[in-house]
Antibody
Framework: QMRLEESGPGLVRPSETLSLNCSVSGGSITTTSYYWTWVRQPAGKGLEWIGRIFSSGSTSYNPSLKSRVSISLDTSNNQFSLKLTSVTAPDTAMYFC??????????????WGKGTTVTVSS | EIVLTQSPGTLSLSPGERATLSCRTSQTVSSAFLVWYQQTPGQPPRLLIYAGSTRATGVPARFRGRGSGTDYTLTIDSLEPEDFAVYYCQVYDSSLWTFGQGTKVEIK
């Protein structure tokens, strides 16, 4: 059974870059059956999709974050990463990494990490 | 960019009652790309329904999704104690994913 686990600093200073990794176990991130995605959730608020990456390296990002976000694959370590530049307080949130399954023509997020809390503060 | 509007914001019901949650999209979407998730406090979301009406593995039959065009609903027949949670709809369109703002189903 595939498992995902987020890791990275819990505190990031304003204007700096938020960097998180998502370690994948129980399967390879190079499989063409899945996309890999990041979702965030400010405390007490709803879910916000950040972006996704396919095994080919192709990416797609939330237009509201596109200028600041990048997602990449690290196939040697079977993990994928998120970088968000120039962070401010509104970027404070729980960050989830997750797997998007491709089932015929259907897409859905079916495996989630537990999430990691990132606070932006000086 | 598609906007998803969920209503009501909060639904106060008693165990055993039926819950009907709405998700409206700002543009017509294929039901193939409409997904529902459930989230309980302190947990990541859980996949409930994909392709508009297909229950994910292990999801009880009391959860039913339906809809087309711009109007989608999630119905929970006879609420169980573990069903009191927040529910999100999500759509996939042109390589972008978007979530609704969520509906909280709380115990009355």
């Amino acid at each position: 059974q595939m498992r995902l686990e987020e890791s990275g600093p819990g505190l990031v200073r304003p204007s700096e870059t938020l960097s998180l990794n998502c370690s994948v176990s129980g399967g390879s991130i190079t499989t063409t059956s899945y996309y890999w995605t990041w979702v965030r959730q400010p405390a007490g608020k709803g879910l916000e999709w950040i972006g996704r990456i396919f095994s080919s390296g192709s990416t797609s990002y939330n237009p509201s974050l596109k200028s600041r976000v990048s997602i990449s694959l690290d196939t040697s370590n079977n993990q994928f990463s998120l970088k968000l530049t120039s962070v401010t307080a509104p970027d404070t949130a729980m960050y989830f990494c997750a797997r998007v399954s491709l089932d015929f023509r259907y897409y859905y997020i079916d495996v989630w990490g537990k999430g990691t809390t990132v606070t932006v503060s000086s | 960019e598609i906007v998803l509007t969920q209503s009501p914001g909060t639904l106060s019901l008693s165990p055993g009652e039926r819950a009907t949650l709405s998700c409206r999209t700002s543009q017509t979407v294929s039901s193939a790309f409409l997904v529902w998730y459930q989230q309980t406090p302190g947990q990541p979301p859980r996949l409930l329904i994909y392709a508009g009406s297909t229950r994910a593995t292990g999801v009880p039959a009391r959860f039913r999704g339906r809809g087309s065009g711009t109007d989608y609903t999630l119905t929970i027949d006879s609420l169980e104690p573990e069903d009191f949670a927040v529910y999100y709809c999500q759509v996939y369109d042109s390589s972008l994913w978007t979530f609704g703002q969520g509906t909280k189903v709380e115990i009355k």
